[in-house]
């Protein structure tokens, strides 16, 4: 029983269009959710965050909306560039503030086309 | 500044035998995670200490994996006897009770034949 979930596993998007990757949770319990990039051979790093106090949070070329009553975020990033090619893992916690185990979805793997 | 450093980055091992990974956090951090990915699973959470204390440690899959933290710098999981389903890449994260954000070290990958 998959808490979060990403039903897609690939998404292929042409340059400078934009790139939407959905996320999809069941426990409404989950308080924090994030989402992290991940290149080949390492480790995912740290994109985006939202509490789930708020329904949208932007950084610079992305963007992640939270709708709670669908149990369901995305990410958005606009323009998309050719170094977003990726594999996307969306994560969720139970609370915020103190350390508590992520709870990842299976990712989906971004490719951007030029 | 260093990142999560774990090490080794690969390890080809056989089956039955003994398999320890190690990491280091990142100075200053206070909890400790590790996370095991797998295609069917996906990533997953293994174990986490906080202030190296092991705090949930439900997601250790076997009685054969163990972790340990003896200090705020380093800590070990090991696994004895391995076995070819243990094959996965381990990663390593840390971060410190004020924040959300874990950071990542690059990954073990296993290979138990």
């Known amino acids: 029983d998959q808490q979060v979930k990403q039903n897609s596993p690939s998404l292929s998007v042409q340059e400078g269009r934009i790139s939407i990757l959905n996320c999809d949770y069941t426990n409404s319990m989950f308080d924090y959710f994030l989402w992290y990039k991940k290149y080949p051979a390492e480790g995912p790093t740290f994109l985006i965050s939202?509490?789930?106090?708020?329904d949208k949070n932007e950084d610079g070329r992305f963007t992640v909306f939270l709708n709670k009553s669908a149990k369901h975020l995305s990410l958005h990033i606009v323009p998309s560039q050719p170094g977003d090619s990726a594999v996307y893992f969306c994560a969720a916690k139970f609370a915020v503030g103190g350390a508590d185990g992520l709870t990842f979805g299976k990712g989906t793997h971004l490719i951007i086309q030029p | 500044d260093a990142g999560v450093i774990q090490s080794p980055r690969h390890e080809v091992t056989e089956m039955g035998q003994e398999v320890t990974l190690r990491c280091k956090p990142i100075s200053g951090h206070n909890s400790l995670f590790w996370y095991r990915q797998t295609m069917m699973r996906g990533l997953e959470l293994l174990i986490y200490?906080?202030?190296?204390?092991?705090?949930?440690d439900s997601g250790m899959p076997e009685d054969r994996f163990s972790a340990k933290m003896p200090n705020a710098s380093f800590s070990t999981l090991k696994i004895q006897p391995s076995e070819p389903r243990d094959s996965a890449v381990y990663f390593c994260?840390?971060?410190?009770?004020?924040?959300?954000?874990?950071?990542f070290g690059p990954g073990t990958r296993l290979l138990v034949l």
């Open positions: 200490f906080n202030n190296n204390v092991p705090i949930d």
């Open positions: 939202i509490s789930s106090i708020k």
């Open positions: 994260a840390s971060t410190t009770t004020e924040q959300e954000t874990q950071y």
